[in-house]
């Protein structure tokens, strides 16, 4: 496989247009961890919840192609002193063709920095510890913040965009009922 070069991949929000192709991608790209299309049946159910923006469903597009997806999701954190408001970054997949290119660093960092671009302050995320933290993202039990359907407490992570996000703020993060799925 050719090395790819990054300036080559585009960036840019989901369209309609792109569904068909995003679904194929994602089917793909999760073959092996998840049954049938469950990730792809997911995205096409936030799409449907309050906290989708497509603003923050991004594609990378190689030659007209979708290499790549990452989703932002408005949620809260339950917390004793009332609901805060976060993001979520669920799913973030590339197809298998382009793995280990750089591919879905490109997407986190860019859906966070629009994430913080748009004024969000904290994104959630459950997966790989290894990978996460690249991003700044660290391990939300420590700091009195959990996280319903994550089985492994390592994968349970947080991040601040903004200084001091996370002073006081615990919790429980909730996300859509359409995870229960």
Known sequence: MA??????VTVRPESPDDFAAI????VLAFSEEFPRDDVATLVEALRETPGYDPELALVAELDG?????????????????????????????VRPTWHG???GSMLARHGLERCRNLGHTI????????????FGFTQS??????????KLDESKMVLALVPGALEGVTGMVRLPSVFDD
Do not use: C, K, W
């Open 3 to 8: 090395q790819l070069d990054l300036g080559t």
């Open 23 to 26: 679904r194929e991608m994602l």
């Open 65 to 93: 192609a979708i290499i790549g997806y990452v989703m932002f999701t408005s949620i809260h954190i339950e917390s004793a002193g009332g609901n805060v408001p976060v993001m979520t970054l669920a799913p973030l997949a």
């Open 101 to 103: 290119q750089g591919v």
């Open 123 to 134: 994104v959630t995320v459950i997966g790989h510890s290894t990978y996460y933290p690249r």
């Open 141 to 150: 039990l420590p700091l009195g913040i959990d996280m319903t359907h994550a």
